[in-house]
């Protein structure tokens, strides 16, 4: 039932992290992607590690929604209609909140939250969308479910993301269309994270993996949970936010 060949999915943040490794794991499955990503070079690293070659490319801003438009009208007549859709591009901006301003907090909104459902209404638009509907899957985050110090921005437009979504679910479901978010806890093998190590220290990551029971989980995990909610191993389900935390909220 994981049967994903010559389905056609489009992924935001595909230069990178989770983005590339469910375009690479889609890739194995046999599904014709259609990737975007600001960075042209990663976009290219990530095109060397995907299997098959009719996939589509596209260097560009998800927050451009006009040429995003464009880019999605030219595939749709290459490859048509699409019938499912991650959206992984993110941004995080790490400072407390005397040090905050509007113009962070709209940044993060912009990329988080704001684009996701921009793009999301694009993409379903009758003649891109496969009539017989589809998946929909947004990557939030655990911290958009629980609270954490010096990410405020960040937080809020994860939350936004998912209790969005829900809607959504509901909107769309008179075409079939299923809407999901998945929230990660920390990714090990992401830019984000990596970052986030050089800002606070090994001894800052050490200490919180200390809170996950399995540990940080990696983008192959949350990966494997689009691959679940794009199939129809998850037809029934919609609305729903998928926790992929190694059990950090369990607690």
């Given amino acids: 039932m994981l049967n994903l060949e010559n389905k056609k999915i489009v992924i935001t943040g595909a230069s990178s992290g989770i983005g590339r490794a469910c375009a690479i794991s889609l890739s194995m499955l046999k599904a014709k992607l259609i990737l975007f990503g600001r960075n042209i070079e990663r976009l290219e690293e990530t ?12 260097s560009q801003d998800v927050r451009d929604i006009n040429n995003f438009s464009i880019s999605i009208n030219e595939a749709v007549t290459k490859l048509g209609p699409i019938d499912g859709f991650i959206y992984s591009a993110g941004i995080q901006h790490s400072s407390p909140l005397r040090k905050y301003n509007k113009e962070i907090f709209t940044e993060q909104f ?20 496969n009539s017989d509907g589809g998946s929909i899957v947004f990557i939030s985050s655990i911290k958009g479910v629980v609270g954490d110090s010096n990410i405020l921005g960040y937080s809020a ?24 978010t998945i929230s990660p806890g920390m990714v090990e093998d992401t830019t984000m994270t990596v970052d986030a190590i050089k800002q606070f220290s090994n001894e800052w990551a050490l200490k919180s993996k ?42």
Wanted: net charge positive.
């Fill in 110 to 129: 912009d990329v988080n939250t704001v684009s996701a459902f921009e793009t999301a209404r694009i993409l379903t638009q009758k003649k891109n969308f």
């Fill in 157 to 180: 437009s994860k939350g936004a993301l998912i209790s969005g979504a829900r809607s959504l679910a509901i909107e769309l479901s008179k075409k079939n269309i299923r809407v999901n």
């Fill in 210 to 251: 200390e809170e996950y029971p399995l540990g940080w989980i990696s983008t192959s995990d949350v990966a494997y949970a689009c691959l679940f909610l794009l199939s129809d191993l998850s037809k029934k389900i919609t609305g729903t936010n998928l926790i992929v935390d190694g059990g950090f909220s369990a607690k």
């Fill in 47 to 58: 095109k060397s590690e995907l299997h098959g070659n009719e996939h589509l490319f596209y």
